[in-house]
């Protein structure tokens, strides 16, 4: 316990009907990296929310530097030197980038713009942040206002430093950035708790592994003594080797079945024109870096953006998409990549959430009945394994992967042709993303077209039958068969087209 910075003893943290930790310790040390692991309802939300004085435990102590301290307003926890940046960007887009730098920092009211603007340049060029102190933060790219809520974090000159998924909305230039930092601090004896689902960041700059599970602590391990396949292992509570088998990608001549969907020169108001076209029952996906137009092109191809040209047909017949609801007519769902703002109605329960797509389809008029909507909404949180406590409970309450599970039961439900979904497995833990997985395997069995997107290559080549990459918005390769490797991947997005 040399060195100890924060002791968790003992943590129980109760909700109606739900125990949320049982008896967790955690520790952290001076100047180490400590990933906390563990799949979405494990407990790593409620203890960072504990420790960041959002929750009160309900039993246990914490202690800072052998100090006994009770944390009871996340203000409380910033003044003791514990500051987090969430997952979800908690700043304010309409305000600028000093602003939500220095936000509940002024003095008796008065606001000192032209000092903080220039604290907030110096952060930004010494972080390396494409970002000027005076621009609104609404305008900066989602990649950049993750590194101005990080800046703000670091600025306060914390002791102990939550990351909870800070690179999900990074490109790996701008991880790479972040662990520079990450290491800067861990140099200077800042304790840092990194919250993640990308396995392999763990294991390139964490110095320790806590693993929770239901709630309940599993262990406490030294990076270099939990290869990957144990982690995985105790994360999930079973022996599992699927990361690498869950399926060899299929190498079928897809040629002779039926194209479902064809796009020529399709184009949006943020999507270059493309040519794109999936089989029945094909898998596809679109992969290259953060702002390549993986995501522009299929909101385009769903109508979510306004369409500005291009032909579409349907099963070989020409048709009109310049709307959700017209694609939706058409047969195709879509799971967009942003699910608290585009997925997500975080104030209704889970049922209603569940229904809100096979609704709009009936039309308003037309209101399903209650008990035709809780039928449903059961047989879903069955079929796909939802954890919450009743079909009416408010979906927001709900684990990511949770949530996740709410919005592909929502789509399900309609019986779709076409299914496009978009980092479906972003920042959720990797027993949901496995279930993910199978699943789009599953539907395409049965006849479903997916078109699958996610910032992990290794995931994509292990659903995926053909890979369509992307480079500054434009198509500039296509792989299939014996190309479709990582190292093709990279070499295509680089330049070289294949």
């Known amino acids: 316990m040399e060195n100890c910075l924060l002791k968790m003893r003992h943590i129980e943290k109760r909700f109606p009907g739900v125990l949320a930790l049982n008896n967790v310790d955690f520790t952290l040390r001076k100047g180490e990296i400590h990933a906390l692991m563990g799949e979405n309802g494990a407990g790593k939300s409620t203890l960072i929310k504990i420790l960041t004085g959002v929750y009160q435990m309900d039993a246990g102590?914490?202690?800072?530097?052998?100090?006994?301290?009770?944390?009871?307003?996340?203000?409380?926890?910033?003044?003791?030197?514990?500051?987090?940046?969430?997952?979800?960007?908690?700043?304010?887009p309409n305000l600028t980038?000093?602003?939500?730098?220095?936000?509940?920092?002024?003095?008796?009211?008065?606001?000192?713009?032209?000092?903080?603007e220039k604290r907030a340049d110096?952060?930004?060029?010494?972080?390396?942040?494409?970002?000027?102190?005076?621009?609104?933060?609404?305008?900066?790219?989602?990649?950049?206002?993750?590194?101005?809520?990080?800046?703000?974090?670091?600025?306060?000159?914390?002791?102990?430093?939550?990351?909870?998924?800070?690179?999900?909305?990074?490109?790996?230039?701008?991880?790479?950035?972040?662990?520079?930092?990450?290491r800067d601090l861990k140099s200077k004896g800042v304790g840092i708790i990194f919250v993640t689902h990308f396995l392999e960041q763990v294991y390139e700059v964490s110095d320790r592994i806590t693993v929770l599970r239901n709630g309940e602590l599993v262990g406490e391990y030294l990076v270099e003594e939990l290869p990957q396949v144990e982690l995985v292992s105790k994360m999930i509570g079973k022996?599992?080797?699927?990361?690498?088998?869950?399926?060899?990608?299929d190498e079928e001549d897809l040629s002779q079945r039926e194209v479902f969907y064809e796009a020529k020169s399709l184009s949006s108001s943020d999507a270059e024109p493309f040519d794109f076209f999936i089989h029945k029952g094909e898998v596809n996906g679109f992969t290259g870096l953060l702002g390549s137009g993986r995501s522009e092109s299929v909101r385009a191809i769903f109508g979510a953006d306004k369409v500005t040209?291009?032909?579409?047909?349907?099963?070989?017949?020409?048709?009109?998409?310049?709307?959700?609801?017209?694609?939706?007519?058409?047969?195709?769902?879509?799971?967009?990549?942003?699910?608290?703002?585009?997925?997500?109605?975080?104030?209704?329960?889970?049922?209603?959430?569940?229904?809100?797509?096979?609704?709009?389809?009936?039309?308003?008029?037309?209101?399903i009945s209650r008990s035709e909507s809780e039928a449903f909404a059961d047989e879903y949180i069955k079929v796909l394994n939802i954890k919450t406590a009743s079909r009416e409970t408010p979906v927001g309450s709900l684990s990511g992967g949770n949530q996740q599970k709410v919005i592909l039961a929502r789509w399900l439900l309609t019986h779709p042709d076409y299914l496009i979904l978009d980092e479906p497995t972003r920042g959720i833990d990797v027993g949901t993303k496995l279930e993910i997985q199978?699943?789009?395997?599953?539907?395409?069995?049965?006849?479903?077209?997916?078109?699958?997107?996610?910032?992990?290559?290794?995931?994509?080549?292990?659903?995926?039958?053909?890979?369509?990459?992307?480079?500054?918005?434009?198509?500039?390769?296509?792989?299939?068969g014996k190309d479709l490797n990582q190292a093709q991947v990279m070499k295509t997005i680089a330049g070289g087209e294949a």
Not at 99 to 111: H, K, P, S, T, Y
Not at 240 to 249: A, G, P, Q, R, W
Not at 467 to 472: K, P
């Open 61 to 92: 102590e914490i202690s800072i530097e052998d100090t006994a301290v009770s944390i009871r307003s996340p203000e409380d926890a910033q003044n003791k030197g514990i500051s987090t940046v969430y997952q979800e960007i908690t700043l304010c």
């Open 122 to 182: 110096e952060i930004l060029k010494q972080l390396g942040i494409p970002a000027r102190s005076s621009q609104q933060l609404g305008s900066c790219s989602l990649a950049v206002q993750q590194m101005v809520a990080i800046a703000r974090a670091v600025d306060q000159k914390c002791k102990v430093l939550i990351l909870d998924e800070p690179t999900s909305s990074l490109d790996d230039k701008e991880v790479n950035m972040l662990f520079d930092l990450m």
């Open 239 to 249: 022996e599992l080797d699927e990361l690498s088998t869950l399926k060899e990608c």
């Open 97 to 116: 980038v000093a602003e939500n730098m220095f936000i509940g920092r002024g003095n008796g009211g008065w606001v000192r713009h032209k000092e903080y």
């Open 438 to 480: 199978k699943l789009v395997l599953k539907l395409a069995e049965e006849g479903v077209s997916v078109t699958f997107i996610s910032s992990e290559v290794e995931e994509m080549l292990r659903t995926c039958s053909r890979l369509i990459v992307m480079r500054d918005r434009h198509i500039v390769g296509e792989l299939k």
């Open 309 to 367: 040209g291009g032909d579409v047909t349907i099963k070989g017949k020409h048709a009109k998409i310049t709307r959700p609801i017209d694609a939706m007519k058409h047969g195709i769902g879509y799971l967009a990549e942003d699910r608290k703002r585009d997925g997500i109605i975080a104030e209704l329960s889970v049922r209603e959430n569940i229904m809100l797509a096979l609704q709009v389809m009936n039309g308003f008029f037309r209101p």
